[in-house]
């Protein structure tokens, strides 16, 4: 059986995603960044799903579905909690951003 299956092809274009994700955040394309995202996290579901219905698990991809997972997820935290990149917070849109307005809203009243 060849190494690069189906399921190993959609695990190296997870991989190839991961820098174009980045990018599109450093240059504020958030959409194009989220799609990047989600086809991602789409490939994930499917190269497994194709790999055990197929029975074409290899040992590449053994190896490979779990490092492009990481360095995804990795990738994302740190590109997201960069000052002044990521989500628009309230210095830049004028208004208070949404993870503080979250908090507020939410945080429970205890009777004293």
């Given at each position: 059986m060849s190494a690069l299956t189906l399921a190993n092809q959609l695990?190296?274009?997870?991989?190839?995603?991961v820098p174009?994700?980045?990018?599109?955040?450093?240059?504020?394309r958030f959409g194009w960044a989220l799609t990047a995202f989600i086809t991602a996290g789409i490939t994930d579901g499917l190269d497994g799903l194709i790999a055990r219905m197929t029975n074409q698990r290899t040992n590449l991809g053994a190896f490979l579905d779990p490092m492009a997972?990481?360095?995804l997820l990795v990738s994302a935290f740190v590109v997201l909690t960069l000052p002044n990149i990521g989500w628009p917070t309230g210095s830049r849109s004028g208004s208070r951003s949404w993870?503080?307005?979250?908090?507020?809203?939410?945080?429970?009243?205890w009777p004293s």
């Open positions: 695990t190296l274009l997870r991989l190839a995603l174009a994700f980045v990018l599109l955040v450093l240059y504020g997972d990481k360095l993870s503080s307005a979250a908090t507020s809203s939410s945080s429970p009243r």
